[in-house]
């Protein structure tokens, strides 16, 4: 692990000892719900056609601001509106402009399984999205050894968090596979250098074993990218950027899935 990724991951964990200095793990545990499982974040990606993750973005480090000012109950509404099967809030302050608040907003505003997208370190992070109303994590390959990968993993599960592990690479695939990963997300953008190589899944795609779910991520800006990903047998795709930028989020989704608006 080395540039971009290295920095976030690094004041990740600065962000993430600060607030358990405030308030401790075991505080923030007593709050979890007994039978916290709700809204079933990878069953929401296996419907019939390919489903979307709609992301709520205001910026990238890539691209800087993207919609700095976007109100979370607007733009989440609007997806669940269009028909998106699930919500991606990005949660990381610092390079993306997102907070815990967007999260605790997103779940008080729709119905749909929501994915709390941050560089997920630390079971801190598992239990204060839980809280906020996830329904599933991102968990980064490259930002985690195997070890902390499979045991984020396990822990997840036991508060009812789904898990959509981010691979790069078929080296990264291998691992995730090895702990048991069961939600794939191929990310066609290489965290080190911000590059995107749109053939990334459907190169990964092959390797994936059957029953898994596999998510493609970055790089989507168009129906043409759409229909090109399900019929290689894609199951779902995250697309934030180019839903963001749009006026009009909802008729984005529909301009993505090829589906038709009623207004």
């Known amino acids: ?4 990724l290295e920095e976030v991951v690094e004041r990740t964990r600065a962000d993430v000892a600060a607030r358990r200095e405030v308030v401790p793990l075991e505080a923030l545990q007593e709050r ?7 809204r079933p974040f990878s069953e929401a990606l296996v419907q019939e056609g390919i489903s979307l993750i709609a992301e709520m973005k205001r910026a990238s480090p890539s691209k800087g601001p993207i919609r700095p000012d976007a109100t979370v109950t607007d733009i989440v509404q609007a997806y669940e509106a269009a028909g998106a099967s699930a919500c991606s809030v990005l949660t990381e302050p ?3 402009g997102g907070s815990l608040d967007d999260l605790v907003e997103a779940r008080a505003a729709c119905e749909l399984p929501l994915l709390r997208k941050d560089f997920i370190v630390d079971p801190y992070q598992l239990a204060e999205a839980r809280i906020a109303g996830a329904d599933a994590v991102l ?17 997840a599960g036991e508060i009812g968090l789904d898990c959509l592990v981010e691979v790069h690479d078929e080296e990264e695939l291998e691992t995730a596979l090895e702990c048991g990963a069961e939600v794939i997300g191929v990310n066609n953008r290489n965290l080190q250098t911000l590059d995107v190589d749109p053939d990334t899944a459907l190169r990964l795609l092959v390797d994936a074993p059957a029953g898994s779910i596999v998510v493609a991520e970055s790089g989507i800006t168009s129906n043409a990218d759409v229909q ?10 995250l ?12 008729s984005a989704v529909h301009a993505l899935l090829g589906t038709r608006s009623d207004t």
């Open 1 to 4: 692990m080395n540039g971009f």
């Open 32 to 38: 979890l719900e007994p039978a916290p499982r709700g």
């Open 94 to 96: 610092h390079w993306f």
């Open 139 to 155: 968990l980064i390959v490259a930002a985690l050894d195997p070890n902390d990968l499979a045991s984020l993993q396990d822990q």
């Open 228 to 237: 090109r990903l399900e019929e290689a047998g894609v199951d779902a795709i």
């Open 239 to 250: 697309v934030g950027e180019a839903l963001m930028r749009e006026d009009d989020p909802a």
